[in-house]
Structures are given as C-alpha cells and as structure tokens.
C-alpha cells in the first residue's frame, strides 16, 4: 500500500464544509456509507494493490504489531511511539484497528505527517539513497530502485467508525485509499505462506457488497495455488463482548454467523479486533480472538500494555506479547 502525501489543506476543509466530496477513484459523495466505501475500494484494490502487498520472511520468523483506537487529535505521539517500536523491534509490519484519528481535517494532516516522517525513517533503515530519487535495498543493492513513493511502508489499517464521521471517508480515504483488503506473506523456502485480511466494519455492518465480495472469493488469496499455514483477520468492530459493561457487535445476528463461518472456512488462526477500548481474549471454534484496548491518550492518560506483538515462527507456531507504551498525557 502506498502512503502518499496528503494534499489537503484547502481540498480536504472543503469536503467537511461542503455536503460533497470527491473521492479518490474521482466519483462525487455524500455521506459515504459502507456499500459506497466497499464499491471504490473494490475498485482501488483490484486495479492498484494486487501485487504490491506480498511479502516474504526469508527464515520464516517474523512479527507483527498491531494497535487499536489511537483517536489521534493535534498531538500524534501515541501513533508515533507505536511506530517507532515497530521500527526498533524490526517487526514485518504494523497494523491499526480503525479509528485511528478523530475526523478533523487538521488532525489528518497531524496524522499523515507523522506516517511520512516514519515512512522516511524505514527508508534510511532499509535502503541506500543511490542518486537525489531513487532507493535500493540495503539488503539486495543489484536490485531493482525504488522512488520513495514506490516504497511501501509496511503500516496497514482498517477503518473504523471514528473514522467515517462527519464525512471522514474522504479524509481517511486520502491518505490509505482502500478500506478492504488482503496480502500474504511467502514464508522462506518452505512452500508455504500466511495470509493476512483487513475488513471494513466501521459502519458495524459488513454490507450487502462487501459480503458478495467475500462469497465471490475476493479475499480467499490461492490464486495461483498457495497453500496457507495461518489466516489472520483485522476488524475495528468487535464480535464477542467483553464484559456485561462494555458494547456487544453492532453486526447483525445474521453477519455474525456468516462471520464465524467465514473464519471456520478460511482456517482463522487469529482475529484481532479494536472499538470498544477494552482488553478481551476468548476462542470460539478453534479461533483466537483478541479484542485490543485504546491506545488514545484521552481514553487512557497512563503508560500501558496497549499493544500486541504476534510471534509466528517457520516451525509454526504463534504467540502473542503485550507491548508496553511509555507515552503520558501531559495536558
């Protein structure tokens, strides 16, 4: 997925003034609701992100982390410090559980300020700056160049309801362009690989489109014939309910159940979920959910374990950590 710079500070205050916007893929909108959301990523997705998600983990170790809930405001260190443990623990990718920032065009441009700034970061990391444009990797310098456009940085979110208030689709939209999507990860020369799915509940509500999608095997990776050892699912809505005092799934009765037969058929090792800003782990048909809590600053002002890093191994096995953020509220 390419993060690109955000060109907003006129376009993107015109789209939370005016009752329409123009979407990425170019279609007047208003009110973007979630059959509308899946039909342009549907679009983005099959003709800009097929072949640029695919991975591969040489010795078949690796980690990933994975955030929930940052509501990023005017100050963005909480996502800032998820990202630079990513970067020091030298994980294969992070993810993000959707509402990632509250829905204010200045608080997008905070946001996407802070990808580039980290986006520049992995850059110097892991590749050599051959002339003022291009980039090889340190790790293959016969390689092919890469602009730094071209470099994809390996941070994936979903949406979430945060996210899609107040118009926010367009803003989000902007900076991640697809609210669906999958890729898979090659793992060394083992003949296997793991496969990796996003979905777009922020509406708490999968749509009509979106599970056509999902029935026609949009998702179901294979093909050309890869045989997956683990399948893990990324939502911001949450299925199970924590606790008597916090939110059941908005999803209805009947997508739940399309759901936790979706997952039986895809083989789901791990589901991760965000929303309602509180720690739940259960499994449920051999399935292990876990349900992150808010690293938002206002919804928890102390340093906390609100990250999770998963450790999936060439052996084939796969565990999780709490991970530790230091950042305090100040103010």
């Known amino acids: 997925m390419k993060i690109k710079q ?49 991975n591969e983990s040489p010795d078949g170790d690796y980690t990933f982390l994975v955030g929930a809930d940052s509501h990023v405001t005017t100050d963005s260190s909480r996502i800032e410090e998820m990202l630079q443990i990513g970067l020091d623990n030298e994980d294969m990718f992070y993810a993000h559980l959707g509402d990632i920032a509250d829905t204010k065009a ?73 609210s669906f999507y999958e890729f898979i990860i090659k793992i060394g020369d083992t003949g296997f690989y793991d496969h990796f799915i996003f979905l777009d509940s922020a509406s708490g509500t999968l749509g009509k489109e979106q599970i056509k999608l999902i ?71 051999n399935v292990r959910y876990l349900t992150l809590d808010s690293m938002c600053e206002n919804n928890n002002p102390e340093p906390g374990d609100y990250l999770i890093r998963v450790h999936v191994t060439r052996d084939g096995e796969v565990d999780y950590e709490k991970v530790h953020m230091s950042t305090r509220k100040t103010n």
């Open 6 to 54: 955000l060109i907003m500070a006129a376009a993107a205050t015109a789209a939370l003034t005016s009752c329409e916007k123009v979407s990425p893929i170019g279609v007047l909108v208003s009110g973007t609701g979630v059959e509308d959301r899946v039909k342009m990523s549907a679009t983005y997705y099959k003709e800009y992100m097929g072949e640029e998600l695919d």
């Open 215 to 285: 029935e026609e095997g949009v998702l179901d990776g294979n093909e050309n014939g890869e045989k997956f050892r683990f399948t893990f699912v990324f939502s911001h809505t949450n299925l199970f309910r924590p606790s008597s005092q916090q939110f059941a799934s908005t999803f209805t009765r009947e997508e739940t159940f399309f759901l936790l037969d979706k997952f039986d058929e895809w083989k789901v090792t791990m589901a991760f979920c965000g929303h309602v800003h509180k720690w739940d782990e259960r499994e449920f048909n």
């Open 106 to 178: 200045e608080y997008y441009i905070t946001l996407d300020k802070s990808l580039k700034k980290y986006k520049e970061k992995f850059a110097e990391k892991y590749f050599d700056r051959v002339n003022p444009y291009e980039y090889v990797r340190k790790d293959a310098p016969d390689g092919p160049a890469y602009t730094f456009e071209e470099i994809i940085y390996p941070f994936f979110p979903v949406v979430g309801n945060h996210d899609i208030t107040h118009n926010g689709w367009a803003l989000w939209s902007n900076i991640f362009h697809s």
